[in-house]
């Protein structure tokens, strides 16, 4: 999800990522009017990906407002960040910062701080009178590809939300993530038992759930996946991709309760079409269902302070307003809930997966193409290992795309799972993925 700023005098269009802290800019040569630059280098590390650059600063303005002077990395080197626009404007908090932390290495802790503050506290401690929030609400788009304008205010609420302020306030329990306290997760109506958290503070039988908009597909512990996908009647794991295929008509119901109010996840929401040669180049195509559930497979090691990760595919179901707090009152998170009652968005998941269907090749029956990679290989080129996964693009820092269980739950660490609209193609899905890309990509977040 991305919205158009102006930095500098440029305009730009930034992925909008509640996951991470910097404001990461990539001018490819374009003149810009700084107010400072300086000789000092910063990187940020991705999902997938990273990025070098030296930290500059410029006026920034978003909307009605201005942000002077804001420090931001001017990329001069970056490695898979080939679907992030202009690059990534971080909504989260300033304890990750990788600017901060430069600037203070060179600088001092006092000059660092002072300097580097990311993008939303540095407006908020430039203008007082603002609420130090934002809201945001994500558009869905149909499964074909279409843009959908969504909602990002700061300092207030929209209109039509005003009632997100009675919401439960859902205190974040980490200094560098919006992450808040999971009650449970319900398939069909029984809650799923996750393993302990490991976050300080999180009573037993709760998680930490990060809410990022910068992952499309949200990641959580394996056994939750295969919990989820494993209910729904003829869904087949595919053990050489580690994902679910799905009949592309059938769902279930799954919700996810914060503050004690249960939030439903949209059936449209939990399986994603899509379409190309089955067995290579030159045969017929066919249309798949997968799932957007997925495996987290980061290394825990590597990212903290949450157990699983809640993205789009959640927060396209909620009107989310992220309060930094003051000095009395620690950051925290509102929702309400934007999906229809259950019959409501059953029937209009049927009618936009029939019109979606309707459009593509014929589907076929999970049962026939899962687990079918060492077959095919021969004939469809590099396995898995060896192909690049489409959408692999990371969008946001190393504070974003992350997980910090160190469960039995996360299984092995590895790279599968990619930040914004990870992709697992192999063999079998030899031209498939490229609608998986185009699907998630060309959602766009109009401010």
Not at 146 to 155: C, N, R, V
Not at 386 to 393: E, F, I, L, M, V
Request: charged share 15%; hydrophobic share 40%.
């Amino acid at each position: 999800y991305t919205t158009e700023v102006t930095l500098g005098g440029l305009n730009l269009t930034l992925n909008l990522d509640t996951g991470s802290s910097d404001l990461v800019v990539i001018l490819q040569g374009r003149d810009i009017n700084l107010t400072n630059s300086t000789n000092v280098q910063t990187g940020e590390a991705f999902g997938v990906g990273q990025a070098i650059g030296n930290v500059a600063f410029a006026d920034l303005q978003l909307g009605d407002f201005t942000i002077q002077s804001q420090a931001f990395v001017d990329v001069t080197q970056a490695q898979d960040l080939g679907s992030t626009g202009d690059g990534i404007i971080g909504m989260s908090f300033n304890a990750p910062s990788s600017v901060i932390n430069a600037l203070s290495k060179a600088f001092g802790a006092d000059v660092g701080a002072q300097l580097g503050n990311t993008p939303m506290p540095a407006l908020f401690s430039q203008r007082p009178d603002l609420q130090n929030s934002f809201d945001v609400l994500l558009g869905r788009a149909d499964e074909l590809g279409d843009a959908a304008q969504g909602t990002f205010l700061i300092g207030e609420h929209d209109d039509d939300f005003q009632n997100v302020t009675g919401a439960p306030q859902l205190t974040s329990v980490s200094t560098d993530h919006w992450s808040v306290v999971l009650d449970a997760m319900n398939i069909n109506g029984k809650p799923f038992q996750f393993n302990a958290s490991r976050i300080q503070g999180v009573p037993d039988g709760k998680v930490a759930a990060v809410l990022d908009t910068g992952f499309s597909f949200p990641p959580l512990p394996p056994p939750a996946v295969d919990a989820i996908y494993s209910t729904i009647e003829g869904a087949v794991f595919d053990k050489n991709q580690s994902l679910w295929v799905v009949p592309c008509n059938s769902s279930l119901s799954l919700s996810f309760v914060f503050g004690g109010q249960e939030y439903f996840v949209h059936p449209l929401d939990l399986t994603f079409p899509v379409s190309g040669p089955l067995a290579g180049p030159g045969s017929s195509n066919v249309t798949v269902c997968v799932n957007t559930f997925q495996y987290l497979t980061l290394d825990p090691t590597e990212f903290v302070g949450f157990d699983l990760i809640l993205g789009d595919a959640f927060l396209r179901n909620v009107y989310a307003s992220f309060n930094y707090g003051d000095q009395n009152t620690a950051p925290f998170v509102q929702l309400v809930t934007t999906t229809p009652d259950a019959d409501t968005a059953m029937q209009q998941f049927q009618q936009q997966r029939a019109a979606t269907l309707a459009k593509l090749p014929p589907t076929v029956d999970p049962a026939d193409v899962a687990n079918k990679e060492g077959e095919q290989a021969n004939s469809t080129g590099p396995s898995a290992s060896q192909t690049p996964a489409s959408g692999s693009a990371s969008q946001s820092s190393t504070s974003a795309g992350a997980s910090s269980t160190s469960t039995a739950q996360n299984g092995q660490a590895t790279d599968t799972n990619k930040k914004n609209g990870a992709g697992r193609a192999g063999a079998m899905w030899t031209g498939v993925c490229g609608a998986y890309a185009l699907y998630m990509f060309s959602i766009m977040f109009v401010l």
